[in-house]
Nanobody, 115 residues
Framework: QVQLVESGGGLVQAGGSLRLSCAAS????????MGWYRQAPGKQRELVAT???????NYADSVKGRFTISRDNAKNTVYLQMNSLKPEDTAVYYC?????????WGHGTQVTVSS
């Protein structure tokens, strides 16, 4: 089992920044992929960004150039630096951990961007 605890969400004005953190604990295996997904009201959950333990990254087109994902393998923590936030970034952001066919989700943290 893997437990994921997110933090860092909140309310910010358009153009502002937030940094999300997700700490993983439990049966952590090297070679995992961690990432962030988001779900806005009435919409499906969508990929925001992922990062492998070798720090290869992948971003949704909508956040490229504005968001940066990073990780600290020693702390089993993944971060999402979000800059130039837009109202359309408003959503619940979920942390994700994947290793082979094992997948775990955090409970989510609300990000609200006001116009």
């Amino acid at each position: 089992q893997v437990q994921l605890v997110e933090s860092g969400g909140g309310l910010v004005q358009a153009g502002g920044s937030l940094r999300l953190s997700c700490a993983a604990s439990g049966d952590i295996f090297s070679g995992n992929t961690m990432g962030w997904y988001r779900q806005a009201p009435g919409k499906q959950r969508e990929l925001v960004a992922t990062i492998t333990s070798g720090t290869m990254t992948n971003y949704a087109d909508s956040v490229k150039g504005r968001f940066t994902i990073s990780r600290d393998n020693a702390k089993n923590t993944v971060y999402l630096q979000m800059n130039s936030l837009k109202p359309e970034d408003t959503a619940v952001y979920y942390c994700n951990y994947r290793y082979w066919f094992h997948e775990y989700w955090g409970h989510g943290t609300q990000v609200t961007v006001s116009s």
